[in-house]
């Protein structure tokens, strides 16, 4: 089992709804997480981190960490044509990241 | 507030030649992270830096060397290029020795093509 797996997509929505990303982890990641954005031919961006089970907020942004299930989302509200890019989700674990392959969301106008 | 800095943007290369990328942190940053990312793929960890030493190695041969300096900056030595080293190459920065609750930030990356 890869340590951070993520549904590679291709995920589609229409402008105003609501983006749903999710990821899992094995035993090797440890408590922190975090979710970063990559456009095409750039680097990744982060965009949020989370450290405790439960939900965190962060304008149109909210993270969702479940440790028990070993289970870490991303929603985006309101979604916007400039959210379409790839969602990389990476957890830590031996003073690294490691990263999924990464969701590619496109938000249709 | 300078964010970390990568040079060169591009680079192409041959089949066997060796190559330096280099990295300067964030301000205020002290730990390095090098990774490698292929078309289509999540970043791979390479290896981590702090105080002018490897902390960590992924899963990467012993042709992937690295340095940081004491201003923190860090080059990411390739040598006996192959095909297969063509990638983004990108460093991220952090703080505090890379507790793992320090978010890493990264630069623009580097995109190496071996020919």
């Known amino acids: 089992q890869k340590e951070v797996e993520q549904n590679s997509g291709p995920l589609s929505v229409p402008e105003g709804a609501i983006a749903s990303l999710n990821c899992t982890y094995s035993?090797?990641?440890?408590?922190?997480f975090f979710w970063y954005r990559q456009y095409s031919g750039k680097s990744p961006e982060l965009i949020m981190s989370?450290?405790?089970?439960g939900d965190k907020e962060d304008g149109r942004f909210t993270a969702q960490l479940n440790k028990a299930s070993q289970y870490v989302s991303l929603l985006i509200r309101d979604s916007q044509p400039s959210d379409s890019a790839t969602y990389l989700c990476?957890?830590?674990?031996?003073?690294?990241?490691?990263f999924g392959t990464g969701t590619r969301l496109t938000v249709i106008p | 507030d300078a964010g970390v800095t990568q040079s060169p943007t591009h680079l192409i290369k041959t089949r066997g030649q060796q190559v330096t990328l280099r990295c300067s942190p964030k301000?205020?940053?002290?730990?390095v992270s090098w990774y490698q990312q292929a078309l289509g793929q999540g970043p791979q960890f390479i290896f981590q830096?702090?105080?002018?030493?490897?902390?960590q190695r992924g899963n990467f041969p012993d042709r992937f060397s690295g340095h940081q300096f004491p201003n923190y900056s860090s080059e990411l030595n390739v040598n006996a290029l192959l095909l297969g080293d063509s990638a983004l190459y990108l460093c991220?920065?952090?703080?505090?020795?890379?507790?793992?609750?320090?978010?890493?930030?990264f630069g623009p990356g580097t995109r190496l093509t071996v020919l």
């Open positions: 301000s205020g940053h002290d730990t």
């Open positions: 991220a920065s952090s703080l505090a020795g890379g507790d793992e609750y320090n978010e890493q930030f």
């Open positions: 830096y702090y105080e002018e030493e490897e902390r």
């Open positions: 035993d090797r990641v440890s408590q922190s």
């Open positions: 990476a957890g830590t674990g031996a003073n690294n990241l490691f």
């Open positions: 989370i450290y405790s089970n």
